[in-house]
Every structure is written in structure tokens, then in C-alpha cells.
């Protein structure tokens, strides 16, 4: 998985100064996944899915819950005989 150009875009506006932010301009991806929600949180996860799948002693930042955050890439490819 991989994280979506809305979910950068809004933790380097929002959170400027964090480690995010300082991660993203470090190593900025080669391409992001498609921003395209999937309720059965197979082809991309939202916020609010990934919060609910780990636990923390830390509060959550507060990023809008149904914000596609991590989705998969693929690829289509043709093969010739």
C-alpha cells in the first residue's frame, strides 16, 4: 500500500513541523495510490480504518476519518504470444 496525494497534501498543510512532513520531503514517492475509497478496506483504507485497526497511547492527530489515506496500485499489463 501506498499513501494517497490527499493524505500528504493534508498532513504537510495541517502539520507542517511534524515528522510526516519532514518524512514526505525527505523520500517523496515514486507515484501515489489512487484516492479511491474501497468499504471492505481491501484496495485502499481510510483514516478512520486504519485507527480502528491500531491501538496507541498517543491521542490521534485529527485528520478527517473518511480520508482515503493507503491505497493499492495496480497495473494492467497485456501479454503477447
Known amino acids: 500500500m501506498m499513501e494517497t496525494q490527499d493524505f500528504e497534501n493534508y498532513v504537510t498543510t495541517n502539520y507542517p513541523n511534524s515528522m510526516a512532513t519532514r518524512f514526505f ?9 489512487a484516492p479511491v ?5 481491501i484496495n485502499s483504507l481510510t483514516v478512520g480504518q486504519i485507527e480502528s485497526n ?23 499489463y497485456r501479454c503477447h504470444q
Open 25 to 33: 520531503q525527505a523520500a517523496p514517492p515514486v507515484r501515489f495510490g
Open 37 to 41: 475509497y474501497d468499504p471492505n478496506g
Open 54 to 76: 491500531f491501538t496507541s497511547p498517543y491521542t490521534p492527530p485529527n485528520i478527517p476519518l473518511d480520508m482515503v489515506a493507503e491505497a493499492y496500485e495496480f497495473r494492467a
